[in-house]
């Protein structure tokens, strides 16, 4: 395990639990799943998919890497991961999670673990809405845990290629690796660039600043930004053309670099003052 930086995970919300006592039970939810990442990510060391020479190829194509490539990780290590995430669920919860009949649906997908997760990537995951209908908890927390349990596992293999796309550089909305569209952005601390964030895979890419993060929207018009009065390095870039938002960390406000993760999870607030005013995520 990567400890240094799951110190540094730990530090960061210890930091923001001092600071938000509200948020105690989610924070400490996050805690307890960004360790049972950090632990299957440093465990799962699988080869790179395809080579580095074939990675840009695709980069330079405009394919992300992950296209059309069979992606499965170790059954074993996924199954138990799942069960470690279902414990904390439940701990936070209240009430037994669903875990044992959710990694059952999981894996026992047509196409297997890589079925799945080619599944997720693509948005087709409606039968967890029928799983749904026989839990007490909704769909959102059910895709929570979903992809919080994919995670470790796209992100141990995304690590090979991120020299690649910062190498090529990729200028799409969508993240080079596997697809997914970015969760997070933040602007660099030494000359205030913007690069996007994958919650899923982790990795990072440099993106247009002035440039909606889900449509292309390139109209200054009709973008806009407003900052967190709790915490003024966090802002929400909106779009006035599509009605999305992502939340921002601005580095230089914020005096380091930041780990786009933790921000995303201490930064609720901006989620609820973006949608009340009616936006919604990318």
């Known amino acids: 395990m990567n400890t240094n930086r799951l110190e540094r995970i730990n530090s960061e919300i210890e930091r923001y639990r001092a600071a938000q006592p509200e948020l105690e039970t989610i924070l400490a939810l996050y805690q307890k799943v960004f360790d049972i990442q950090e632990s299957a990510s440093s465990q799962e060391e699988p080869a790179p998919l395809i080579s580095d020479e074939d990675a840009i190829a695709k980069l330079a194509a405009g394919e992300y890497i992950l296209k059309d490539i069979p992606f499965e990780p170790s059954a074993e290590l996924f199954h138990q991961t799942g069960l470690k995430l279902g414990r904390a669920f439940t701990q936070t919860a209240g009430e037994k999670f669903p875990t044992p009949a959710l990694l059952k649906l999981i894996e026992n997908h047509p196409g ?16 967890l809405a029928k799983f749904t209908q026989n839990t007490r908890f909704n769909p959102e927390t059910l895709l929570f845990f979903v992809t919080n349990l994919v995670s470790p596992f796209l992100t141990a293999q995304a ?105 995303d999870a201490v930064s609720i607030h901006l989620d609820s003052i973006a949608q009340n005013e009616g936006y919604q995520p990318g």
């Not at 297997?112 to 039968?127: P, R």
């Open 159 to 263: 690590k090979y290629y991120q020299p690649q796309v910062d190498l090529l550089g990729w200028d799409k909305n969508t993240c080079p690796f596997c697809g997914s569209s970015p969760r997070y952005s933040c602007l660099d601390k030494d000359n205030g660039a913007r690069r996007l964030f994958c919650s899923l895979c982790h990795t990072q890419w440099n993106y247009r600043r002035i440039k909606c993060a889900y449509c292309s929207n390139a109209n200054a018009e009709k973008l806009r930004h407003f900052y967190s009065a709790i915490f003024p390095y966090q802002r929400v870039d909106v779009c006035e053309k599509c009605k999305t938002y992502i939340k921002t960390t601005d580095e230089r406000r914020l005096g380091r670099e930041c780990l786009p993760e933790v921000e």
């Open 112 to 127: 297997g673990l890589s079925g799945f997760i080619t599944a997720m990537l693509s948005d087709n995951l409606e039968y």
